[in-house]
């Protein structure tokens, strides 16, 4: 988690040209070398190999989360305790659970609550967490000072230990509260990287032009100097997207997050972790697809921090 | 400095009243939504109403405020926080045994494990990272670049098993049949949980697993911190004098480049002892961390409340510390 804070601020001072509308100007001149920001962002992006790569493994667990149907044509809850723990075969790829149930379709459904969790928890950091960062950042004074010690406040508390905590008293443990623990004690790190790119901007001669032109804070704030804060935000979302998934296996395993029968892949991990020495494949197919998956997330991440940032240029 | 120590000090105590009034408003929103957590001690079973009102009275959840939603019940605050802080009192389990007492007889445990865990990250990070930051775009260099990428994506649930079930059983019931290996190695050492027969042996697996998760934020640190460092004006200032290689690394490249990596050790104690809770349930060590996800698993709420507070306590004093620490050991950065 440390790291991928690290990994956003490292960006966060850098502003970026990040305009939408500048490559259109760009492109007319012919000059392919001198394209904004995003531009060149993306055909750094297309070319890197490890970043296709890890995008196209995200698509296939995507559409296993949107369209199950699409992959497995079982249905995870037809399960008989004669077939409990068969081996792996060509019509069922991934073998037999415990209970006997077909694995394959499984570790298909389970792909859902994992990445909906994340989805909702990182969207609501992202509209959260950067509304209070901005808000902090371009007001300064009484409003920075609240909104900051508000961020110290939620920051000292431990993730894993604030969760188990609301986790155990609330007791419906399903996707809806993981992801409210998951936004309510991650916000503070992406406002933080929020106020400091605001910080570094707002105070820019063309933001100043703005002003004198007449501009409102709103429009001063959403037009002129949250563009510069998005490519910070989006390297930090995506990480944050791949601890997310882990941080719901991880609750799930310690037995406060998800509770069966719900398919996820941390109650496949945690109902099966004695049988390793006789059955391996029982907690290799999901540990593949849940590592596969944070990889991933991070490895994109560092691949846009890259590209993004106009420093390593 | 002093100016700062102080500013600084000010600071803290608002910190530590917020973060607590944080925990006891998450949990008291959690028990107005969801009912009397007495109820969880049962299961399935009705209690009879006046257990469950003598149970609910003993464990302090009988405040009527605690049935009104969104109430933040500041009087309750107030006596939990004089409770700590004036008592020292961090509230009791169901068999009415004080929480600083099970804490007491399970901290032993932790602080091995913690220790355990931070010099192996040190040791091991330190050198993988200045290995690696020496020679840049090495094979050293992508090594240890790709070896910490993997290791950030893998959660320590999993690893915690996958080391326990290969090195633990797989490969340490090799060794138990062999007759020549001494039993501390054997049995201590590559035991798949904690034995109490060999209280320090059997801790260093899982240390090492707890460790692994910072190690590799520890060598990029460090890696990054070295090649920063390694251009710097008074390093080729030290190579011009004359002096030797060793020298210049040791001494004024190394030391120079730690600065960041002891003040990140020292935030990681925090988020060790978080750690700590995923890696002693899944090798059965008997400390804190246990205690939390035992009592998690059976609804034994004022025992997870009694021992998250006390350990956000210490995490907030280990960053103060920290931070303090970071001003008098960096001579670049003065707050005045």
Redesign the interface.
Known sequence: ???AT?AGAAVGGAPGSGDGRAPEKKSRSGKERNASLWADARRQLVRDPVFMIAVLYIFVVGTMAAFPKLWTSQDPRACSTDQSRLAPSWEHPFGFNIQGCDYYSHAIYGARPSMVIAIMATGGIVLFGGLMGLLAGYYGGWVDGIIS??M???F???????A?????????QNVVTIALVLF?LSWPTIARIIRGSVISSKDLDYVQAARAVGAGNGRLMFRHILPNAIAPMLVYATIVL?SFV?AE??LT????GLQPPAQSWGIM?SAH?VY??EDPWL?LFP?GL??GT??SF??MG?ALRDALDPKFR | MGRYVIRRLLQFIPTVLGTMFLLHYMTSLAIQFSGNPVRAIFGDRTPPPALLQAITDRLGYGDPCLEQKGNPCFGLFLDRVSGVFLHFDFGINLRRQEVTDLVANAIPFTLKLLVIAIVFEAVVGIAAGVWAGLRGGSFADNLVKISTVFVISVPIFVLGVVVREFVGVKFGNILRDQEWIPDVIAYGFFSPGFKPDYPFASLLIPGMVLGSVALATTARLTRTSIMENIRADFVRTARAKGLANKRVIGVHTLRNSLIPVITYLGVDIGSAMAGAVVTETIFNVPGIGRLVTQAARTGESPVIIGVVTMLVLVILLVNLLVDLLYAVLDPRIRYE
């Open positions: 988690m440390s790291d690290s010690r508000l110290d406040i939620f000292s508390l431990p993730f894993l230990l604030g188990i905590v609301f986790l155990t008293l609330i007791k419906q309510l791949g882990a296996a991880t395993f310690l037995g406060i991990i972790d390793f020495l907690l540990c849940l590592i944070v990889l991070i490895l560092d």
